[in-house]
């Protein structure tokens, strides 16, 4: 008998969506990834600590605290959850047909893409030790800018897209200035967005520059840079590094059988719909929003995509 419902991806999205489905008398399955060096069950909040901007919680919560407690409320309608990744998908005849890293195939009437995008990281030892501790390195500015931490602090943006000068200007409400450190000479965000910045008197460019280290011990207290012409190295003292450049959504399994758009985002045509190009396949999270990429939004989503596969379940006779 095929599942009435599969989620794949274990963040707020998943959750979410495992939570209604399960209250709905779907009797859902999540597959919630295998833990491996990029990616763990529990998604994105895993690798941070507080989160103070996730309704419900007015004193905040550790990252990892709260993807407990949506798992927890998941299982309490007997959701039935696998610890392994999705890793190929059949969308051609339906059932659809899922392929599991144990090598295990499931049926599913309807499924819910809700995996994820890796916030993109420059990969130096002590920027990972510092941002899982807490410890002034962060992959969002929205989540991190307004904590205690940043408040009048020089803040380094790494970056030169919209997103980076986006985070940047952010942050100018917070900090006592911002430095955003470009490897090129000039910017790619849109003019518009370059003006913004330029016109701001608490922002900084540094051109031709990349972040080669991050220092301190507990906490930060600079970054290391390097001149991309000169290759001559400097320190320059800062309470925060954010780090701006993209997200890589978590979509390679899905191997072009359902429509992406350039970046690897899943594409759902319909304005608040979760639909995407294959009948019967839902996307939730930032699996499919390149744009808000919040905790509260995935979660949102995680629970459109519910009604919709339901909706879409019972209007085909399916459930
Ligand atoms: C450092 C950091 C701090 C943040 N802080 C905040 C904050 O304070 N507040 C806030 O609102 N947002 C914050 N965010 C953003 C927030 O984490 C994301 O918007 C949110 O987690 C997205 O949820 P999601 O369910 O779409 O995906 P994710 O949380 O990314 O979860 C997806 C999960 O699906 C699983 N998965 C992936 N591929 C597969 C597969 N093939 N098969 C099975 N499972 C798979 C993986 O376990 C993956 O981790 C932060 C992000 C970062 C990086």
Redesign the pocket.
């Known amino acids: 008998m095929p599942e009435k419902i599969v989620i794949?991806?274990?963040?707020?999205?998943?959750?979410t969506a495992a939570l209604y489905a399960a209250r709905a008398n779907l009797n859902p399955v999540v597959?919630?990834?295998?833990p491996s060096s990029i990616?763990?069950?529990?998604?994105?909040?895993?690798?941070?600590t507080?989160?103070?901007?996730?309704p419900g919680f007015p004193s905040g919560i550790k990252?990892p605290e709260m993807m407990d407690l949506f798992r927890k409320q998941a299982e309490r309608f007997d959701t039935r959850i696998y610890t392994?990744?999705?890793?190929s998908v059949d969308f051609n005849s339906h059932p659809f047909r899922l392929t599991s890293?144990e090598n295990t195939e499931v049926e599913a009437l309807a499924v819910i893409i809700?995996?994820?995008?890796?916030?993109n990281w420059l990969n130096l030892p002590n920027e990972q030790r510092l941002?899982q501790t807490g410890g002034g390195v962060?992959?969002?500015a929205?989540?991190?800018g307004a904590l205690p931490a940043y408040r009048d602090k020089l803040l380094v943006v790494v970056g030169g897209g919209d997103s980076a000068i986006e985070e940047g200007l952010y942050l100018t409400k917070f900090a006592s200035k911002v430095i955003i450190a470009h490897r090129r000479d000039k910017l790619r965000a849109s003019p518009i967005m370059q003006e913004r910045a330029k016109t701001n008197t608490k922002v900084e460019f540094k051109w031709n520059s990349i972040v080669i280290d991050v220092l301190g011990e507990k906490l930060i207290s600079g970054v290391r840079l390097q001149d991309t012409v000169t290759k001559e190295e400097s320190d320059l003292g800062c309470g925060g590094l954010f780090i701006a450049i993209g997200h890589t959504p978590?979509t390679s399994?899905l191997n072009g059988k359902v429509e992406l758009d350039k970046k690897g985002f899943v594409v759902t045509p319909k304005s608040w719909r979760t639909a995407t190009s294959v009948e019967g396949v839902f996307a939730?999270?930032?699996?499919m929003?390149p744009y808000?990429?919040?905790?509260?939004?995935?979660?949102g989503?995680?629970c459109m995509a519910s009604l919709d596969a339901e909706r879409w379940l019972a209007h085909k006779g399916l459930a």
């Open positions: 794949i991806g274990s963040g707020p999205a998943g959750w597959y919630e990834g295998e990616m763990i069950p529990g998604g994105q909040l895993m690798y941070t507080e989160v103070e901007n996730y990252g392994e990744d999705i890793t890293s809700a995996t994820g995008a890796r916030a941002a962060s992959a969002c929205i989540c991190d978590n399994f939730a999270g930032d699996v929003d808000y990429k919040q905790a509260v939004s995935a979660a989503t995680g």
